[in-house]
């Protein structure tokens, strides 16, 4: 197992890694809309914060040689999912036809009271 980390994206908030890497395949951590480089949570609507959160998984995602066209699956944690219109308008953007499995659930909480948090599975090649 390889642990994957990167100044580009929030540093773990907790025990945990970026992500990491086993048999080619790249387990990253939930990312939420969290600035890299204050450690502020960005304010403002789902579509704000999901773009944020997308943008902290994707430097994630090439710190460990991958990308999101290599994304196999994902999850997204929505505090509400009257936000998922919102979300998954931003999500398509990002994605674009490289479009991986996923879940979407609605959860009661999220660290640091986020909106929004998306975790991945990716290959490495």
């Not at 994304?71 to 944690?77: A, D, F, P, R, S």
């Not at 398509?92 to 640091?112: H, I, K, M, N």
């Amino acid at each position: 197992m390889t642990v994957v980390t990167t100044p580009n994206a929030p540093a773990a908030i907790g025990p945990y890694a970026q992500a990491v890497v086993h048999g080619g395949i790249l387990y990253c951590s939930g990312q939420i809309p969290l600035d890299p480089e204050s450690g502020a949570m960005v304010e403002g609507d789902v579509a704000l914060q999901t773009r944020q959160a997308l943008k902290n998984l994707d430097a994630v995602l090439h710190a460990a040689g991958s990308g999101r066209a290599r994304v196999l699956k994902t999850t997204v944690y929505l505090r509400d999912m009257a936000d998922f219109g919102a979300m998954n308008m931003v999500y398509a953007e990002f994605f674009g036809d490289a479009r991986p499995a996923r879940a979407t659930v609605a959860v009661s909480g999220l660290p640091r009271d986020a909106r929004v948090e998306i975790d991945c599975i990716a290959s490495l090649a």
